[in-house]
C-alpha cells in the first residue's frame, strides 16, 4: 500500500470540522475537569477513525476503479501478435504450398489426393485464424438469439 501523502484528500490536519471537533474537546475538558479526559480523548479518537476509515475507503475506491479501468483499456488493445504478417502471411504460404503439395497428391492419388490435400489445407488455415480469435467459434449461436429477443 503507498505512503500517505499530505496533501492527498486524508487531509486530517486541514479538516476544519475535525479541527472544530479538537477545539471543541479541548474546551470541554477545561469546563469538566480531569475526571472526564479519557472519555473526551476516546470521543475525539473514534471520530478521527471514522475520518481515517472514510478516507481509506475512498482511496481503496479510487484504486479498484483505476485498475478496472486499465484492465478495460488493456482488453481493447489490439493483440500484438495479429499483425498483417501473422494474419494474411500464413495463409498466402499455404496459397503458395497448396500449388506444389495439389500437383504431388493429384499425381500419387488422382482427385481423391488433391481433395484430401485442399481439406488440409483449408483445415490448417482455420486452425490458425481460430488460434488468433478464439471469439470466432464463441458465442454465433447466442449472438443471434440474443438478437432476435
Known amino acids: 500500500m503507498d505512503t500517505l501523502d ?8 486541514t479538516d476544519p470540522d475535525l ?17 472526564y479526559d479519557s472519555a ?34 488493456a482488453s481493447r488493445r489490439p493483440n500484438p501478435v495479429d499483425s ?22 493429384g499425381a500419387l492419388a488422382g482427385i481423391a489426393g488433391t481433395v484430401a490435400t485442399w481439406i488440409g489445407i483449408v483445415g490448417v488455415n482455420a486452425v490458425q485464424a481460430v488460434r488468433l480469435h478464439p471469439e470466432l467459434l464463441a458465442g454465433r449461436g447466442r449472438d443471434r438469439s440474443a438478437a432476435d429477443d
Open 6 to 13: 499530505p496533501h492527498d484528500d486524508v487531509g486530517l490536519r
Open 19 to 35: 479541527r472544530k471537533e479538537l477545539d471543541a474537546t479541548v474546551r470541554a475538558r477545561r469546563e469538566l475537569g480531569d475526571e
Open 40 to 73: 473526551l480523548v476516546d470521543s475525539f479518537l473514534e471520530k478521527v477513525e471514522s475520518r481515517i476509515d472514510d478516507a481509506v475507503d475512498r482511496r481503496l475506491r479510487r484504486q479498484l476503479a483505476e485498475r478496472q479501468m486499465a484492465t478495460a483499456r
Open 84 to 105: 498483417w504478417g501473422e494474419r494474411y502471411g500464413f495463409a498466402l504460404i499455404t496459397l503458395v504450398l497448396a500449388i506444389p503439395l495439389s500437383a504431388i497428391a
